[in-house]
């Protein structure tokens, strides 16, 4: 691995959740949309094959993709099942789209995906009039009927999920009359901002903290141009890669700063972390900037559980930041972190304690106790870190070899490939 300063100007993948939403609304409008920075990981390109399979024309000509929808209400039953891979995101928002068509849909997914939690969309679809045989506990294989014309419903998010927020708004586009959801926590917006810029009759209402959101049916969706910003998730590892490596001074171009995704900014900052908003810009109703980050030392905080949807993700290389702060870094309320690519808290607490760190699991969180800024001992000649197959515990335990003193092995690095193939290549890159 690299161990010199991350000197450079560089651009992450596009946002992994906003390719998803464009391919998606790409196909069910009518014409041509055009989308350029897609992010071109599997788990995007596991949403592309099944918007072919039922019946759109996706294509990437040069560095644009060229999506013919067939318009809302004109999915075609695929032929066979749709594979997701490891996308959980796919799943969930094309379980969604399909509830409200009078097709039949069989998913299927890789070992890991298949572990993953489906009952809470199957719940709320099953209640629009879609149907379901899934595999013992709600799990993948399995095969959907929707229904058409579908029951629009008023649906409270038991739990803080923006993909089960959008499965039920993009059911709702093809079901007549109004479909509402309540979300007692706010999540990430993504799908509100794209159905607007498509066309959507869309209203959101926010009372008591809660918000309402309400989405008119068979809706005639545009054909759009997008331009797909920069992935906060991936910039992620080099906020913390350059915050943590003395001498470091990185620009990273063209990061979507949507506030429902940014939380990690917010808490690099309270730590210490010296992050300058650069060309501050909004393009495609997203805001998005390019940042400046310079190596500065970091203290330890008491992270609010209020700002866990809007950096989820980002917990595994936030744990990496704490182990080389000045003090104590505490987070809880992170029950959702046990039910991703792998339990994330147990995972990467073994994975920082394999690299030297000073870290103690509780039930919703994990305590860290930093160097100070001295590196890490790292893993040296040692058993390599375990990932589970996760990404974005290889791609945290990678920014944490960097800031070691004796380099952190790793057991698999091919599960980045689901969310930035070029991560190694770029990291080598900006640190040479």
């Not at 897609?38 to 072919?52: K, S």
């Not at 309400?214 to 590892?237: H, K, M, N």
């Not at 702060?325 to 972190?337: N, P």
Request: hydrophobic letters at 45%.
């Amino acid at each position: 691995m690299p161990s010199g300063p991350l000197r450079a100007r560089i651009r992450v993948p596009g946002d992994k959740s906003i390719s998803h939403r464009a391919l998606m609304l790409g196909a069910l409008a009518v014409g041509e949309t055009r989308a350029t920075g897609l992010l071109e990981g599997e788990d995007v390109l596991a949403t592309a094959a099944a918007m072919r399979a039922m019946g759109a024309q996706v294509e990437k000509r040069g560095d644009t993709w060229h999506i013919d929808g067939v318009g809302v209400g004109g999915l075609l039953q695929p032929a066979q099942a749709l594979d997701m891979g490891n996308s959980g995101t796919s799943t969930r928002l094309l379980m969604g789209l399909v509830a409200s068509h009078g097709i039949t849909a069989a998913f299927t997914g890789d070992a890991s995906l298949s572990k993953r939690p489906m009952g809470r969309v199957i719940e709320p679809l099953s209640r629009m009039g879609a149907s379901f045989t899934s595999s013992p506990g709600g799990t993948l294989p399995l095969m959907m009927e929707g229904l058409c014309p579908a029951v629009p419903i008023e649906y409270r998010l038991p739990v803080a999920s923006a993909q089960v927020k959008s499965a039920v708004l993009l059911a709702g586009l093809n079901t007549p009359g109004i479909t509402t959801v309540i979300e007692p926590v706010p999540t990430r917006d993504h799908s509100e901002r794209m159905l607007r810029g498509f066309g959507a009759e869309l209203e959101i209402e926010e009372t008591g903290g809660e918000r309402a959101i309400r989405i008119r049916g068979e809706a005639d969706l545009r054909p759009q141009t997008i331009e797909v910003p920069g992935d906060p998730s991936s910039a992620a590892f080099f906020l913390v890669a350059a915050s943590v490596v003395e001498g470091s001074d990185l620009v990273i171009e063209n990061v979507g700063l949507n506030p429902t995704r940014a939380g990690l900014v917010l808490v690099l900052r309270q730590m210490g972390a010296s992050i300058e908003e650069l060309d501050a810009r909004e393009v495609g109703g997203e805001p998005v900037a390019d940042l400046r980050v310079r190596h500065a030392p970091l203290t330890g905080i008491d992270v609010d559980p209020a700002i866990a949807p809007s950096m989820i993700d980002e917990f595994p290389v936030l744990f990496v930041a704490a182990a080389l702060a000045q003090g104590t870094t505490r987070t809880s309320g992170l029950e959702e972190l046990r039910v991703k690519e792998s339990d994330r808290l147990a995972a990467m607490a073994a994975a920082l304690a394999a690299a030297g760190a000073r870290v103690e699991e509780t039930a919703d969180g994990l305590v860290i106790e930093g160097t100070g800024g001295a590196p890490l001992s790292g893993t040296g000649d040692g058993s390599p870190i375990v990932t589970h197959l996760d990404h974005r515990i290889a791609m945290a335990m990678a920014v944490a070899g960097l800031a070691s003193s004796g380099g952190v092995a790793i057991d698999d690095t091919r599960p980045i490939a689901t969310s930035f193939p070029d991560f190694e290549a770029l990291l080598e890159s900006a640190a040479r």
